[in-house]
T-cell receptor, first 114, second 113 residues
């Protein structure tokens, strides 16, 4: 138990569906992240939310839409995805800026796009 | 941009020591991390080292840092089958305002009985 909970753990969706991934952290951290982990590719930072900033990786397609209603919850809204978007989506949290930067990861949401 | 490189695979016998190596390019890297990922799970922080340190030991784990060569290693003593996993090296820089880290591709460690 890392203190970061992701739901659902597994998701299968068609290209026309709309779904959301949810992440919740119980660690009192003030920064949260979405990472994409694909086979044979390095871990890719998609979005960062912290008290200081929201950072987006400009290479992330607009069919991925993040939402961070408060410091404990982070969502990733998915719509009209492509099969190449199939991957493990990892949420992480940290204490935020000017700290040692350790990331605490959830167990991931395995997404399959048909 | 920053780059972190690791060898992709390592295989050892149970009871032997494992050494996983990593190189990075960002000279402003302040914190260097080792994460472990078991099958079907997220990444778990194993240990980290500040760039002003040469070595850090934590039970069976020893981290060595050669800042001049930008080389980081993780030694696992008395490797067990439960150590089989993917190990990621990562770095972050003090200037980074959101604790962002750059990750290597991961080294898959296989421990044979």
């Amino acid at each position: 138990e890392t203190g970061v909970t992701q739901t659902p753990r597994h998701l299968v969706m068609g290209m026309t569906n709309k779904k959301s991934l949810k992440c919740e952290q119980h660690l009192g951290h003030n920064a949260m992240y979405w990472y994409k982990q694909s086979a044979k590719k390095p871990l890719e930072l998609m979005f960062v939310y912290s008290l200081e900033e929201r950072v987006e990786n400009n290479s992330v397609p607009s069919r991925f839409s993040p939402e961070c209603p408060n410091s404990s919850h982070l969502f990733l809204h998915l719509h009209t995805l492509q099969p190449e978007d199939s991957a493990l989506y990892l949420c992480a949290s940290s204490r935020g800026s000017r700290n040692t930067g350790e990331l605490f990861f959830g167990e991931g949401s395995r997404l399959t796009v048909l | 941009g920053e780059d972190v490189e690791q060898s992709l695979f390592l295989s050892v016998r149970e009871g032997d020591s494992s050494v996983i190596n990593c190189t990075y390019t960002d000279s402003s890297s302040t914190y260097l991390y080792w994460y472990k990922q078991e099958p079907g799970a997220g990444l778990q922080l194993l240990t980290y080292i500040f760039s002003n340190m040469d070595m850090k030991q934590d039970q069976r784990l020893t981290v060595l840092l050669n800042k001049k060569d930008k080389h980081l290693s993780l030694r696992i003593a008395d490797t067990q089958t439960g150590d089989s996993a993917i190990y990621f090296c990562a770095e972050s820089s003090e200037w980074s305002n959101a604790g962002k880290s750059t990750f290597g591709d991961g080294t898959t460690l296989t421990v044979k009985p």
